[in-house]
């Protein structure tokens, strides 16, 4: 494609972003001061949509971008705008203030980042399979109660509430659950089985049947730390836009929305697609306008993925577009973010947003886990 269809496409985009109305050559000569004639982005505008970058929808003489050109948009014409530093410290405020468990953390980056696009939010608890058991105790409450505390290698903390049988007493569950410490401390997360942890019953004296549920309580507070937390914001705030008039696409969209671990394991694919992408040493998604109509990498942006239309492999979703981003907290944790919303979406202001959120969340949460003596519990 040459500049001039560059030109072109981009006003095209910018425009119809704007009205949602198929755009036509007169109004790019008026309302962009192209230096070219309307016969000529005419001419322009047919060849771009026999190359399958504009369709032309049947009632107008205007045309919109497709899938394709949405694409070579988001790869090539990008421009994203800065966010001025005061917005950075307020968002920080906003993340951490009177927090109290850090589930509010990720909370309040869906409900952010819905309230700034105005589109619906999804955000990813942290993924600790990786991670390994420092330390796991299980503490009386009172008969038939327990807590197990279970302490991750990057420090984390995890609370969970257990039954136990209620003629274990407070000295038989601590001979339990040192030989469940011993058993598994230094595993990772996702190697540790039910067998694995059935073998602790070889290191105590007390009956087998009683030792055996308490190992299952522990082995399920155990794996409960794995599940990934669904996070959304802003479902209804997609009703405002022009393409949820249609009850039908609205109602499959919705239908999606409410399979949330479905949605999370496809956030999940993204982000191992991006990791292949990072070894492949591609920089394709770290992009922001270096001058006027060129684009430069840029390290200190996190990488982010944008998928459109036909290429979001969940149903509901063909006229939609799904940004994410992957949150890091120290080496070993990860969670994700994303943003959805019509196709016809302003691309370089949410990916600056959900960019800068996605640093913002990274470091507040770092700070909280990296801080001498200070644990972030994670408690049901």
Known sequence: MDDRKKTILKA???DYVKTCEPVGSKSLVERYNLNYSSATIRNEMAELEEMGFLVKPHTSAGRMPSDKGYRAYVDNLLSLPEIPPEEEIAVRQFLTENLREAREMIER????????????SVVLSPQYSDTSLEQIKIMMIEPGRAIVVLVLSPGVVHDRLIRIPSLIDEKDLNEIGQAIERCLTGKRLNDITLVTISSAAEDTELPEALVNQVLYEAYVAIKQTERIEVYI??????????????????????????QEQMVAGYMRELEQEEEIDAMKGLDTLEIIESAPG???????????MVRIGQEIALNGMEDMSFITTTYRIGRRISGQIGVIGPKRMEYGNII?????????????????????????????
């Open 109 to 120: 980056t869906a409900e952010y980042l819905a309230e700034k696009t105005n589109y619906l």
């Open 352 to 380: 600056s947003q959900i960019s800068f959120v996605n640093r913002a969340l990274s470091d507040v949460a770092e700070g909280h886990y990296t801080r001498g003596g200070d644990r972030l519990t994670l408690e049901d």
């Open 294 to 304: 060129t684009l430069a990498t840029r390290k200190d942006r996190p990488a982010y």
């Open 12 to 14: 095209i985009v910018d």
């Open 233 to 258: 914001d802003g479902k209804y705030r997609l009703l405002k836009h022009p393409e949820f008039r249609d009850v039908d696409r609205a109602s499959r969209f919705y239908d999606t929305m409410r």
